[in-house]
């Protein structure tokens, strides 16, 4: 399965010194093996990294959007086996799959314009004669750190601003979904782009993430993952006083309102909630109902939960995979033993499906009389598990829906603008969906505060993290 791929190096696929089997969460079978870097290789991907700098900078920002154009173009012809890749190591629904290919060419399309945008602005001096040159300039190699639940979506938010920007990558993708990062790699070296501008190492954290922190020449690094590693990530970037922008954990509040739209409410937070079988960090994991509408939330629920069909994502009808792997099966498992044995009531699921013999598969999950304090709640579950508690007045939901260190993305449901307003500005969060959930679009900034992270991917804001600005004083 990556047998015509491999590490990419300085323009070319090279075998690699180890290699790994990647496992099917739909099979719990090899699918294929995956080639891993040494830390030679990964310093190679940086030397060659360095050497493509001055040649990315050389085309200018209208020769770099002409590239990502391209390979937009090559990834559009190649979208039936991208979605297929993608389907086949995270076991996501192969519409789901289809759907996050083209967002990542959306991220090509963007990001290749504001190349042609990056703009610098001239300041008056009080120096008679004098004039301040403000510009902006990409800040150097980057090391790029990708998660698994969403393997073409994550790599495309860093490569894309960072190469219009005149950027070289060092990509590391995680090694339970690599493929699909290596088809979006093979569609970059066919655009066109100098050798060395893009390159990608799969392996041990020792063998890439070490080498890439360690090296002063890596000036910015980009992660999406979990709160934890964000933190070792920072103490480590000082060392070399490395830029860091990243996307960590969630914990996303989701507010029914006593005016709610229910039948609205219901048919768009059901499918949410369950996409890639809750593996979704912007997916909303604490839900507070209104005490008139609670029941029949709950109810209308658990009847479209229980219309969700189990199976291998590469089936048409199936409407939600597996989780990812055995160990996130068995995590699952214990959260909702814990918030039962603590009170909770278990209304729908909550185990792993009787007719499915093999895979990591788990019931949607429906939780009622969940406490803010059960670690259902109050941490994030990163799965397919719904856990629903009562409100009584919007002071009270708010408070309630902020009282977490996390700050990703927080949601609500209503029929009044003025109470949209107010939700919005009191909510603390980077990002906030009113009768919504697609936060995630290339021309939208995507980003979360407090332990969420920092920085933004997406929109006219993507592009700042791989600029340095300069100021120069011109006097004649």
Known sequence: MYAKFGLFINGSWVPGSASADVISPVTEKAIGTVPLATASETRQAID????????????????????????????????????????????????????EWVLACDQFRWFAEEARRIYGRIVDSRVPGGRF???????????????????????????????????????????????????????????????????????????????????????????????????????????????????????????????????????????????????????????????????????????????????????????????????????????????????????????????LNHGFFFEPTVLTNVTDNMKVFAEENFGPIAAITRFGSEDEALARANASDMGLSAYAFTRSPDRARRTVAALKSGMVGINSFALAAAEAPFGGTNHSGMGREGGIEGIDDYLDTKLAQLVF
């Not at 700098?53 to 559009?76: I, Q, V, W």
């Not at 996130?328 to 909550?350: D, F, K, M």
């Open 48 to 99: 060659a990294a360095a050497n493509a700098l001055p040649k990315l900078r050389a085309m200018g920002g209208f020769g770099r959007a002409e590239a990502l154009h391209k390979a937009a173009d090559e990834m559009l012809r190649r979208s039936d086996e991208a979605a297929r890749m993608i389907s086949t190591e995270t076991g996501k629904p192969i519409a789901q799959a289809g759907r």
């Open 133 to 355: 040159e403000v510009s902006r300039e990409a800040v150097g190699i980057v090391g790029a750190f990708t998660a698994w639940n969403f393997p073409a979506a994550l790599p495309a938010r860093k490569l894309a601003p960072a190469l219009a920007a005149g950027c070289s990558v060092v990509l590391r993708p995680s090694s339970q979904t690599p493929g699909v990062a290596m088809v979006m790699v093979d569609c970059l070296r066919a655009a066109g782009l100098p050798d060395g501008a893009v390159n990608l190492v799969v392996g041990s954290t020792d063998n890439t993430y070490g080498p890439i922190m360690a090296d002063s020449r890596v000036r910015k690094v980009s992660l999406t993952g979990s709160t934890r590693v964000g933190q070792q990530m920072i103490r480590d970037a000082a060392a070399t006083v490395k830029k860091v922008s990243m996307e960590l954990g969630g914990n996303a509040p989701l507010i029914i309102y006593d005016d709610a739209d229910l039948q609205n409410a219901l048919d768009l937070t059901v499918p949410t909630k369950f996409a890639n079988c809750g593996q979704v960090c912007v997916t909303p994991d604490r839900i507070f109902v209104h005490d008139s509408l609670h029941d029949a939330f709950v109810e209308g629920f658990v009847e479209r939960a229980a219309k969700i069909k189990l199976g291998d994502g590469l089936d048409a009808d199936t409407g939600m995979g597996p989780l990812i792997n055995a160990r996130r099966l068995q995590e699952i498992e214990e959260i909702v033993a814990a918030a039962t044995q603590a009170g909770a009531t278990l209304a729908y699921g909550g185990k792993r499906p009787a007719q």
